[in-house]
T-cell receptor, first 115, second 113 residues
């Protein structure tokens, strides 16, 4: 099993450009999440989805949009990139069960630099 | 806001020394999870604690959940260079009936050989 796959792994954007980060999971998980990781800030939740066709805001949603048209895919969009969005982005997924003993499965991350 | 405080932020130890990281919440938690992230890698789930006062062990790692379910700790006995990385705790918070995990800021462990 591939688990959670993120593309691309690296990207450099100019301020104002747009892009979409792709996340795909093959574990039939209901829940999917997008986190960003910055030095000293830990992992902060951007948006999440509790099932196909649903999305919700996390801790730091401004400047991002998401879509979950298919259960296995969760897309994160930046409409007009800003230097403050330079970060490492992680996608994660989990089973529907709350408090399950399997935790979140994370992808390998996308390192995004906005210049 | 909903926060999980984790200390210390950094810890350098000599190989063979013990290491402990602590996670604290102002509210009672239904459970808590621990993750490890190797340098340049992604977080990997280690364990979940659910019961008050629960203690679980994984080889040299001991995880504890406080009696009041507001704090937790991860203790590593006799650290090895393979223990290097950042350890995160994560606690669930519910908004509009949806369960999502908020991560602590992590403790970065360096092990000196």
């Amino acid at each position: 099993n591939a688990g959670v796959t993120q593309t691309p792994k690296f990207r450099v954007l100019k301020t104002g450009q747009s892009m979409t980060l792709l996340c795909a999971q093959d574990m039939n998980h209901e829940y999917m999440y997008w986190y960003r990781q910055d030095p000293g800030m830990g992992l902060r939740l951007i948006h999440y989805s509790v099932g196909e066709g649903t999305t919700a805001k996390g801790e730091v949603p401004d400047g991002y949009n998401v879509s979950r048209l298919k259960k296995q895919n969760f897309l994160l969009g930046l409409e007009s990139a800003a230097p403050s969005q330079t970060s490492v982005y992680f996608c994660a997924s989990s089973t529907r069960r709350t408090g399950g003993s399997y935790g979140y499965t994370f992808g390998s991350g996308t390192r995004l630099t906005v210049v | 806001g909903q926060q999980v405080m984790q200390i210390p932020q950094y810890q350098h130890v000599q190989e063979g020394e013990d290491f402990t990281t602590y996670c604290n919440s102002s509210t009672t938690l239904s459970n808590i999870q621990w993750y490890k992230q190797r340098p340049g890698g992604h977080p990997v789930f280690l364990i979940q604690l659910v019961k008050s006062g629960e203690v679980k062990k994984q080889k040299r790692l001991t995880f504890q959940f406080g009696e009041a379910k507001k704090n937790s700790s991860l203790h590593i006995t006799a650290t090895q260079t393979t223990d290097v990385g950042t350890y995160f705790c994560a606690a669930p918070f519910t908004t509009s009936g949806t369960y999502k995990y908020i991560f602590g800021t992590g403790t970065r462990l360096k092990v000196l050989a």
